[in-house]
C-alpha cells in the first residue's frame, strides 16, 4: 500500500510539474529567426537599425500570441544578431555557425560584399542531392546590389531594384528641368553597394535620360578627406552632382562642397544615405539632397512603426530596416501556411517548408504598399523620392 500511495503522489507530482504534459510541451515551441548585419565600423547604423526593428516585430507577435503551428499549437518567436561587420569571412562563418545550430531561417546581411559570396555556400539548387551547400533559407533586407538572390534557391531579397528607381528619377528630372544638361559622378569605390550603384545604376540613368556624364570622383569608405574629388566639380560646373556614397563619406563630401562652395543645380545620392544618420551627421549641408527610397512615413502603418521603433528602440526606421518588419510578418504567413512544426526533430523539412514556402509568395503588403515578386526571388517595392528638408526627409515625389 505504501508503494502504491508513493507511485500515485509521484505520477501526480510529475503532471502537477508538467513532465508527463504534452500540451505544455507544445506550447513552450519556439520559431528560432536569426539576424546579421553590420553593428560595427563606418555602417554599424544599418545594422542597429535592423536588430531594433527585429526585436519589435517579434515583440508584438509574441505579444499577440506568437505563431500557430501545424498541429494547432502556438510558438514565440527566439531571436539573435550576429554582427557581419560587413566581412565576407565574418558573414559566411556566423552563417555556418547559425546554420550549424536550430536556427530556422536567418534575415540579413547589411552588405552586398558580403551577401554575394556567402549565398555561393549555400545550396545553388534546392533538393540537388550532389551539392552539399548549407541548407538555410535566408532572407535579406539590405544587401541591395541587383541580382544576387539568383545565386542560390535558398536566397530571397526584399530590397529595391535601383535601376528602376535611378531610371524614374533621373527622367523625372529631365522632364522638370530641360535646362540642366550635364552629371558629375563621385562613388565610394572599394564598397560593393555603392560601386555598382554608380556604374549599373545612376550613371546608366543618367545616360538614358538625355544628359551628358562629365565622368567620376572615386574615394573609399574610411576616407575623411575630398578636396581633390569636390575641386573637380568645382571646376566643371556640373547642373547636377551624383553621389554614390554612404552617410559617413556622404557628409564628408557635403561639407566639403560647401566650403568650396560647390552649388550644382542638383545632388542626387545614394538610396542607403536617405536616413536620419545622413541628417543627425550633416543635415544643414544635405539641403535639397534628393534620394529615391524605398521607405518613407507616408502610409498609417508605417508611421507607427517608424514611431514605435524610435521611441520603444531608440533606432530608425529606413529603406534597408524597414524590410525586417515585413520579412518578418512574410515568415510568419509563410511557417503558418506551410507545415511548419517547430520541433527540434524536423529542423531540416521545416527549413525546406520555409524556403519552399517563400518561393510561392508573390505578393505581400509592404509598409509603402504592394510588393510583388519575380521568378527570381526579389521584390519589386514601391518607392517615394526623397528630398533633405530642414535637417530631415520629406517626400519631394510620391509615384506609387
Known sequence: MVRL???LTTTVALLLTGALATPVEAQERVIKIAGMGAMSGVVRGFG????????????????????????????????TFLDERCNAEEGISAVRKLASEDWLVIIGPTCSNVAEPLFGILQRKQGDAGDSGLQIPIFTDTAIKPGL???????FRNVPHEP????HLFKWLKEKHPD?????????SDFAHSNSNWFTSM??????????????????????????QVGKWRRAKPDIVAISSHPFTMCGVLREMKRQGVKP??????????????????????????????????????????????????????????????????????????????????LAPDR????????????????LGKVTRTEDRESVKPYVFAVAKNSDWAVLFDPR
Open 5 to 7: 500511495v508513493l507511485s
Open 48 to 79: 542597429v537599425n535592423s536588430k531594433a526593428v527585429l526585436d519589435m516585430v517579434a515583440d508584438e507577435i509574441n505579444a499577440a500570441g506568437g505563431i500557430k503551428l501545424a498541429d494547432g499549437s502556438r510558438a514565440k518567436i527566439v531571436t
Open 149 to 155: 538572390a539568383k545565386i542560390s534557391e535558398w536566397a
Open 164 to 167: 528602376t528607381m535611378y531610371n
Open 180 to 188: 540642366a544638361k550635364t552629371v558629375y559622378g563621385g562613388v565610394e
Open 203 to 228: 550613371k546608366n540613368a543618367a545616360t538614358a535620360a538625355g544628359f551628358e556624364v562629365l565622368g567620376e570622383e572615386k574615394w573609399l569608405l574610411n576616407d575623411t578627406e575630398f578636396s581633390t
Open 265 to 346: 543645380k542638383f545632388a542626387v545620392g545614394l538610396t542607403s544615405s536617405a536616413t536620419l544618420e545622413t541628417m543627425a551627421g550633416c543635415g544643414p549641408e544635405a539641403e535639397g539632397l534628393i534620394i529615391p527610397t524605398g521607405f518613407a512615413p507616408v502610409t498609417p502603418e508605417a508611421k507607427r512603426v517608424a514611431d514605435v521603433v524610435a521611441k520603444k528602440y531608440k533606432a530608425n526606421v529606413d529603406l534597408h530596416s524597414a524590410a525586417v518588419y515585413e520579412n518578418v510578418l512574410v515568415l510568419k504567413r509563410v511557417i503558418e501556411t506551410s507545415g511548419v512544426e517547430g520541433k527540434s526533430t524536423t
Open 352 to 367: 525546406r517548408k520555409v524556403r519552399d514556402g517563400l518561393a510561392k509568395v508573390k505578393e505581400f503588403d509592404g509598409l
